[in-house]
């Protein structure tokens, strides 16, 4: 027992390591572009990769769903039955991955006129990255159900090392304009990846057929992508509409700090759905490792946020260069809003691993509220980010108070137990 959480902790912080490689390589891929590239120029390229972002809600979703799935199939020794989970799963949600890319073709013209692409080939070359995304998420959720985080691991870091890479290669040969081949590319180098990894498990014979997929779960954790999405990403698409090309270049650049914050505060929150659910499946109370997971978190948080917060007038004009003086003004307000919530999103995916969407539903609504404030106060980045903090400080106000009310009632083991029983039936 003690090898095998020995086991558990090296994979673990491997992945951890690996999540900051790719974070890593994620603001030298921005950090590099941002430099050789116009306001305008980075503004398209920021866009097309939301669109990225924004395909990723209902992906990590299920990449989450399959992962909280066979965590707890693996510690209940079922594993012939996770193997048909991850069959059926695969099976399913090929075809539905072909559905949404004929449907994102069709849409092709529309969203190139809504956002003034004027090269169709844009959007239609990112559409394997569907295909592509749905199916590595599969299979990473399996691979990290079953504790297995050194293949997630490396998986993660090839796919960001070589869009990485290929960007450079792309600028290199002065083609800047197709930098963003860089994103299908390296979704495809994933995919590879994850089905390699997987391909000898999922040869072995599965007789059992009682396949179920955990709908509700999964629509948790798309309500809870959709709300982070809203945060990080749909501010970004707000602001290209309602603003100025120059003015929204220069917000894609204070989102990038944001996403730094929120980046690696949440990097705890990559194990916290494996390790909840495998206390759950043990009949273990999950509120012991998850407080551990929140500490590192907090600690991780507060201190990306003083190095470009407070401190973001020292380091990040020497990481962005000068272009970056446009933003010091907005710096500290927008990352303490970015700050709050990422510490809220970790009591959110708690509560998802241990299947109490009321937290989820909070999210959402505070979303909502803020894509609403937005479109009302919109004339300038400053009032936009005022909305942000504003519902963020909000958000973690609710929060917390829900969790300590939560804390209080004293939660019914059992009854969560049972519960689980009901799902692996």
């Known amino acids: 027992m003690k090898h095998t959480y020995t086991k558990y902790l090296t994979g673990a912080s491997l992945l951890l390591i690996a999540t900051i490689i790719v974070n890593v390589c994620n603001f030298v891929f921005n950090a590099y572009l941002g430099r050789i590239l116009t306001f305008e120029q980075f503004g398209i390229i920021t866009l097309i990769n939301t669109l990225w972002y924004l395909a990723l809600i209902p992906i990590n979703a299920l990449y989450i769903t399959v992962t909280h799935r066979i965590a707890f199939l693996t510690s209940s020794a079922n594993n012939q039955e996770s193997l048909h989970f991850l069959q059926g799963t695969n099976k399913r949600n090929l075809f539905i991955s072909i559905f949404i890319s004929i449907c994102f073709l069709i849409a092709i013209p529309f969203t190139d006129r809504f956002f003034q692409i004027h090269n169709y080939l844009v959007t239609f070359l990112f559409t394997p990255m569907i295909t592509f995304g749905i199916i590595t998420a599969i299979n990473k959720g399996f691979l990290q159900g079953i504790f297995n985080f050194k293949s997630v691991a490396i998986i993660i870091v090839i796919e960001a090392l070589s869009k990485l890479i290929i960007a450079y290669l792309l600028v290199h040969i002065k083609m800047n304009a197709w930098t963003f081949l860089s994103l299908p590319l390296s979704a495809g180098a994933a995919f590879l990846l994850s089905f390699l990894f997987?391909?000898?498990r999922k040869k072995i014979y599965i007789r059992t057929s009682n396949y179920r997929f955990p709908s509700k779960f999964f629509c948790a954790a798309l309500i809870t992508g959709i709300s982070s999405i809203a945060f990080l990403s749909v501010d970004v698409i707000l602001a290209k509409h309602f603003l100025s090309p120059i003015d929204a270049g220069k917000y894609a650049f204070l989102s990038l700090i944001g996403k730094m914050v929120y980046f690696f505060g949440t990097l705890?929150?990559?194990l916290i759905v494996s390790f909840v659910s495998r206390d759950l499946g043990n009949?273990?109370?999950?509120?012991?490792?998850?407080?551990?997971?929140f500490?590192?978190?907090f600690v991780l948080t507060v201190g990306v946020f003083i190095g470009v917060g407070p401190l973001g007038k020292i380091f990040?004009?020497?990481?962005?260069g000068n272009k970056a003086a446009a933003i010091l003004p907005y710096l500290t307000l927008y990352s303490t809003a970015i700050m709050l919530f990422t510490l809220s999103s970790c009591f959110i995916t708690f509560y998802l691993a241990k299947q109490q969407y009321f937290f989820s539903i909070i999210a959402i609504s505070i979303a909502?509220?803020?894509?609403?404030?937005i479109s009302l106060f919109h004339n300038s980045i400053d009032q936009i980010i005022h909305v942000i903090f504003y519902t963020s400080v909000f958000s973690l106000t609710i929060i917390i108070f829900s969790h300590i009310l939560e804390s209080r009632n004293s939660l019914n083991l059992n009854k969560l137990f049972a519960s689980q029983t009901v799902i692996t039936r």
């Open 316 to 320: 990040i004009p020497f990481l962005f």
């Open 198 to 200: 997987v391909a000898s």
């Open 283 to 293: 009949k273990i109370n999950p509120n012991s490792t998850f407080y551990k997971l």
């Open 268 to 270: 705890p929150s990559l």
């Open 368 to 373: 909502l509220i803020m894509c609403v404030g």
């Open 295 to 297: 500490f590192l978190a």
